[in-house]
């Protein structure tokens, strides 16, 4: 065959070509040498038509080979939601721990492996529980209850034109040199 067939159609069309060739130019021919092997007309067609017809078997098989692939993948649709929920069930049933094991095992199941963590892994988890906390400013619940709240009295509205007396300016005398804020005079030892 020529280099040219890409694909399966097109080598089969090749060959519906040679043979038609053979029939049309080569029937009075009863033999032919073909790299240093005789060949009958009678066994080059019969090979020829065996490809062709292996050629569409395979195709046949391929496109039946999808088909079951397609109903397989549809009937897994239908079937994981059941054995999950089945799964589900036969746990809630029986149990999933170790006790329970045969019975399981009846359902091709297994136990869960209890989670076994490590004291220094729970360490490090305590501690980055309590950095958190702390970076956060978050408190327990019995911590919150002794935050309380400060009320503040609610403000007049703007809108509202306030409805105060006019202050008048008083005189306010001054402390005397040398003494500290607030008008207390500083004590001096006698």
């Known amino acids: 065959m020529t280099s040219t067939d890409k694909n399966k159609p097109s080598r089969q069309n090749r060959i519906r070509l040679v043979l038609a060739g053979i029939d049309k130019h080569l ?3 009863p033999s032919f040498v073909l790299d240093g092997v005789t060949h009958s ?6 090979a020829l038509q065996k490809d062709i017809a292996l050629t569409d078997a395979a195709d046949k098989a391929r496109a039946d080979w999808l088909t079951s ?3 397989q993948r549809t009937s897994h649709t239908v079937a994981n939601p059941i054995l999950s929920g089945l799964k589900q069930y036969v746990n809630l049933q029986f149990g999933s721990t170790q006790a329970a094991s045969t019975t399981l095992a009846d359902f091709g199941y297994t136990p869960r492996k209890p989670r076994v963590v ?8 305590a501690a980055k529980t309590l950095a ?5 400013h978050t408190v327990g619940p019995k911590a ?5 709240g ?8 703007a809108h509202a034109p306030a409805a105060a007396a006019p202050q008048t300016p008083t005189a306010t005398a001054s402390p005397p040199a ?5 008008g207390t005079p500083p004590h001096t030892a006698q």
Do not use: M
Request: aromatic share 0%.
């Open 41 to 46: 007309l009678t066994d080059i067609r019969a």
């Open 118 to 125: 490590a004291p220094k892994t729970k360490v490090a988890a």
């Open 144 to 148: 919150k209850l002794a935050i309380t």
């Open 69 to 71: 692939v397609d109903a």
């Open 27 to 29: 029937a009075s021919t």
């Open 132 to 136: 958190t906390r702390a970076a956060r």
């Open 178 to 182: 040398g003494s500290p804020p607030g």
């Open 150 to 157: 400060v009320v503040e009295p609610p403000a007049p509205p």
